[in-house]
């Protein structure tokens, strides 16, 4: 397959969205500076009118229908956000939409799917993963003739991405030294290297996946798009099972550096993004802050980090919470065989616990006799670093205990 993707591609895109996307802040970030040594930037692009980049791409390639496929109408299948591009260039357009998101999207980005298309498109939820909601929008365009509007593997949804590398330049007033993009299916990765490649290929590209879905990562090593044999869609807007074949060339020609970032890292990074920054973001927006430090940046270098959505469910914030705190050391899981004794449970709290250690989790496992069972107690650490003294203080006690790992079956249905 031809890539056609070019820095003039990008910038043709950019003519067509000026007026309809905003052009989002560029903005300096002292936590993440303080903690890299570098001059970090967060280009905003969940401040776009549906919260994520997706909106370029999708526009960039509608506005370029002819009359006859503008009255088919489109169909396109999104985990979320690519659907609100598409929904929101069918009602600045009039072209009728049918959208197909998977069951796992969440309830905030169904509602606001439908807010943005008005009265132009129809929602369909189907299948679990976007990969089969993909499968389902196939089928659909080749039976009613209606546009497909790929959310990454297209040459003009791909250009309308890579206009944010372009943004970032004319708004910085040079290339960046490093730019840090996140990466799902490829299509923002794909638009910005092809811009920044011949314009300026001086600047050091990242690509940021998440560590359970990195498709990216699986097709270089394999030498082509290949479907990944598990996918965690935690990060719903970057868990892509196979990435597309004009993404996958024109990653594969540029050989950016690619990071795989832990789950738990990026639940991390949203809630400091919440409660430093103030900036609302889902775990897909904060996927590429969450990956420095996994790599060294020259001090005093000017980096660039795209938030790339904001479109997150408030009901996740619990299960964030968690899974940072696990990733972070902070929360540990134990079966415990208290002592059948009077006090047992006294002494636990009094002796084994640390004076900055809390129980945020404490159930008997037998529910029908509970004085000769284990408890499963979850226990939040004021440091980390002391797990191995909690576990001294266990080991000395006469409570028996098993600590619950995170590869067994019991610990996932924990987190």
């Known amino acids: 397959m031809p890539v056609t993707i070019d820095a003039l591609a990008v910038d043709a895109a ?3 969205l000026a007026g309809v996307v905003l052009r989002t802040p560029l ?3 002292e936590r993440l500076s303080a903690a890299t040594g570098a001059h970090v930037w967060l280009k905003r692009e969940d401040l776009q009118p549906v919260r994520s980049y997706k909106i370029r791409g999708a526009y960039n390639l509608m506005s370029q229908l ?7 109408g489109v169909v396109c299948a999104s985990a979320g956000n690519h659907a609100q591009g598409v929904a929101f260039a069918c009602a600045r357009l009039g072209i009728s939409g049918r959208i197909f ?3 796992t999207t969440p309830r905030q980005k169904r509602d606001r799917i439908r807010a943005l298309g008005e009265s132009t498109i129809e929602l369909v939820v189907v299948g679990d993963t976007y990969d089969e909601a993909a499968a389902a929008a196939l089928t659909d365009s080749a039976v009613t003739g209606a546009t497909l509007v790929p959310a990454f593997d297209h040459p003009d949804t791909i250009a309308g991405q890579g206009t944010v590398a372009k943004e970032i330049t004319e708004q910085l007033g040079h290339a960046p030294d490093t730019l840090v993009v996140p990466v799902g299916g490829g299509g923002m990765i794909s638009g910005c290297l092809a811009w920044i490649a011949e314009r300026h290929p001086e600047t050091r590209v990242i690509g940021a996946e998440p560590a359970e879905a990195a498709s990216m990562a699986a097709a270089l090593a394999a030498g082509g798009p290949i479907d990944l044999t598990s996918l965690d869609t935690f990060v719903d807007g970057a868990a892509v099972r196979r990435v597309g074949e004009f993404t996958y060339a024109t990653v594969a020609r540029h050989s950016p550096e690619l990071y795989a970032v832990p789950t738990g890292r990026i639940c991390s990074e949203m809630l400091a993004l919440y409660q430093t920054e103030g900036i609302v973001s889902e775990p897909a927006g904060a996927l590429a802050a969450a990956s420095l430090g996994l790599y060294e940046l020259a001090a005093g270098s000017d980096v660039v980090v795209i938030v790339s959505g904001g479109n997150n469910d408030i009901s996740r914030y619990s299960e964030i919470i968690e899974r940072s705190l696990v990733y972070e050391g902070r929360k540990h899981y134990f079966l415990v065989n208290f002592p059948q004794e009077p006090g047992a449970l006294r002494r636990f709290l009094d002796e084994v616990l640390g004076p900055d250690d809390d129980i ?8 029908s006799n509970r004085e000769t069972g284990p408890a499963l107690v979850g226990i939040e650490l004021g440091d980390p670093a002391t797990l191995g003294e909690l576990i001294a203080r266990l ?4 409570i028996t205990f098993e600590i619950i790992s995170g590869d067994t079956p019991l610990y996932r249905f924990l987190v």
């Open 27 to 29: 903005q300096p970030n």
């Open 101 to 103: 998101v998977p069951a």
């Open 14 to 16: 950019a003519e067509r």
């Open 66 to 72: 002819d009359d006859t496929a503008r009255a088919a």
């Open 395 to 398: 080991d000395a006690s006469p």
């Open 360 to 367: 945020t989790h404490f159930e008997y496992v037998k529910r």
